[in-house]
């Protein structure tokens, strides 16, 4: 069965750190993924989408990798900050106007 | 555009009562997404419309839950019988072909 994992603990790093955030999937050949943050109370809001036929992909200081031999995508927010504190989820479309799955989330937290 | 609009942001009800909840996608998007989120679960789709044709239900838990798009401005998921296990955040969302996922506020529903 279709399987998208990320590490239900939660992550908690010092503020200017980078923070490393992991996505896995299995039997899927996803022709883009996509990454979100949620916020309490919130719905999920767009950050960075990747194809399948891109590497690496970066917004400000995040930045998305997406290896398909692997079947992983790396998020990497540099300098973190406390109002990075979040929840990260990633999700992925296995055709273009298909639906979009999306993984468990990771809980992002930056201590000043 | 005023994005993505949900109601009620909240619902408490009893067991047995009928639940009717709303949303109003981002005019111009042709894709429309009912999202039901839970700490157990996480994010699960429950069914997508493409020019508010039904394209995927086999999200939808079982016959109790149906949605309508009556026309591109308006859709609702509706629960009848509810019971206490639909408790949940209950998100729509909306896009174009692909990119990114535009999401409401949800509507936070407490079946009694």
């Known amino acids: 069965s279709q399987k998208i994992e990320q590490n239900s603990e939660a992550l908690n790093i010092q503020e200017g750190k980078t923070a490393t955030l992991t996505c896995n999937y299995t039997?899927?050949?996803?022709?883009?993924l996509q990454w979100y943050r949620q916020d309490p109370g919130r719905g999920p809001v767009f950050l960075l989408l990747?194809?399948?036929?891109?590497k690496e992909k970066r917004k400000e200081r995040l930045k998305v990798t997406f290896d398909t031999t692997l079947k992983q995508s790396l998020f990497h927010i540099t300098a973190s900050q406390p109002a990075d504190s979040a929840t990260y989820l990633c999700a992925l479309e296995k055709d273009a106007g298909n639906m979009l799955t999306f993984g468990g989330g990771t809980r992002l937290m930056v201590k000043p | 555009d005023a994005g993505v609009i949900q109601s009620p942001r909240h619902e408490v009800t009893e067991m047995g009562q009928e639940v009717t909840l709303r949303c109003k996608p981002i005019?111009?998007?042709?894709?429309l997404f009912w999202y039901r989120q839970t700490m157990m679960r996480g994010l699960e789709l429950l069914i997508y419309f493409n020019n508010n044709v039904p394209i995927d239900d086999s999200g939808m838990p079982e016959d109790r839950f149906s949605a309508k798009m009556p026309n591109a401005s308006f859709s609702t998921l509706k629960i009848q019988p509810s019971e206490p296990r639909d408790s949940a955040v209950y998100f729509c969302?909306?896009?174009?072909?692909?990119?990114?996922?535009?999401f409401g506020e949800g509507s936070r529903l407490t079946v009694l």
């Open positions: 005019s111009g998007h042709d894709y």
């Open positions: 990747i194809r399948e036929n891109e």
């Open positions: 039997n899927y050949s996803p022709a883009y």
């Open positions: 969302a909306s896009r174009v072909y692909t990119g990114e996922l535009f």
